[in-house]
């Protein structure tokens, strides 16, 4: 600990195995070989910031999602813009002060569950709300869906971490998982494309076959 949790007055290095703060003399120590983290004093506050982020995705979040899914609509690229700009918007406002408090180990899994998530459930949804007429019920949902998923890991996360409970194995399996999940998508992807590809160049010698084109 270089700083102290409670008033973040930085401690010289002779103090730091102190039980008290030299600056605010509050406790620096639970127990005997467990220090006061910074989740400790501030984990209401940061649960408050995970809960407030939340409710400006959905408002007016929602309402900003919408407008860009309507116009994906007459200009389809635009849904990569919405899928980037929910990550971006998701990690400021619902992740960012978590992360702050957490672990090592957790930092790395709420990283990576956002990303994976993002790579999978966000690329199959925002690629679905490109679809013609009824694109932005699955882009909707899949901004909800994202939006619940992520806060609710965080929220879980930061109970966890301040309890000093370890990892869940079903945090371990779930990124196992996410991660061969985006292997596939990017196999079926690749595969998608292969096919356009294939047909485009299989019509082309039909056409060329019926005296049609060069
Ligand atoms: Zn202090």
Not at 73 to 101: E, I, K, T
Request: with cysteine; glycine share 8%; net charge positive.
């Amino acid at each position: 600990m270089s700083s102290c949790p409670w008033c973040l007055e930085q401690i010289p290095f002779r103090w730091r195995k102190a039980p008290a703060c030299p600056h605010c003399g509050r406790a620096l120590q639970v127990s005997q070989d467990e220090l006061v983290r910074p989740i400790d004093v501030r984990y209401p506050d940061v649960v408050l910031a995970v809960e407030a982020g939340l409710r400006r995705l959905l408002m007016p979040g929602l309402l900003v999602v919408l407008a860009g899914l309507l116009a994906a609509q007459f200009f389809a690229p635009l849904v990569v813009l919405v899928w980037l700009g929910h990550l971006v918007a998701l990690r400021w406002l619902v992740v960012r002060d978590a992360r702050r408090v957490l672990g090592k180990s957790r930092r790395f899994f709420t990283r990576w569950l956002v990303r994976l998530l993002f790579l999978t459930v966000g690329l199959t949804g925002y690629g679905l709300a490109a679809t013609p007429m009824v694109g932005p019920i699955p882009g909707l949902a899949t901004y909800l869906l994202l939006n619940w998923l992520v806060s609710r890991y965080v929220l879980w996360s930061l109970a966890r971490e301040r309890q000093r409970l370890p990892l869940a194995l079903w945090e371990k399996a779930i990124l196992g998982l996410l991660l061969v999940l985006v292997l596939v998508v990017f196999s079926c992807m690749g595969a998608g494309v292969y096919l356009v590809f294939w047909v485009w160049g299989k019509s082309a010698a039909f056409w060329h076959w019926l005296g049609f084109g060069g």
